[in-house]
């Protein structure tokens, strides 16, 4: 079983930027897919960023691209969402997904965490 624990959320102005934080437990960390996911009022959950175990695989979602930066620590069992440049179109609950498989896009990831708030204010 592996646990997931998001942090790093928060309010923050148009143009701003915030550093997400997904901490894993277990000792399998190193060898799963990662996935940062959000999802708005109303709206489906949709991918934002996700990243094969390797660290090489990763895909962006066409809106957040050159904004967004996903990274893995392996050591440190976490995987981080670099945000810059923050819309108020990205306001959403940003969950951190994993599964032992690559799925870019696909919210069939079998480990979820409870989400973090992102606001951001125009």
């Known amino acids: 079983q592996v646990q997931l624990v998001e942090s790093g959320g928060g309010l923050v102005q148009a143009g701003g930027s915030l550093r997400l934080s997904c901490v894993g437990s277990?000792?399998?960390?190193?060898?799963?897919?990662m996935g940062w996911y959000r999802q708005a009022a109303g709206k489906e959950r949709e991918a934002v960023a996700t990243?094969?175990?390797?660290?090489?695989?990763?895909y962006y979602l066409d809106s957040v691209k050159g904004r967004f930066t996903i990274s893995r620590d392996n050591a440190k069992n976490t995987v981080y969402l670099q945000m810059n440049s923050l819309k108020p179109e990205d306001t959403a609950v940003y969950f951190c997904?994993?599964?032992?498989?690559?799925?870019?896009?696909?919210?069939?990831?079998?480990?979820w965490g409870q989400g973090t708030q992102v606001t951001v204010s125009s």
């Open positions: 277990g000792p399998t960390f190193s060898s799963l897919a």
């Open positions: 997904a994993a599964d032992r498989v690559f799925m870019p896009i696909s919210r069939q990831y079998e480990y």
């Open positions: 990243m094969g175990r390797d660290g090489l695989r990763t």
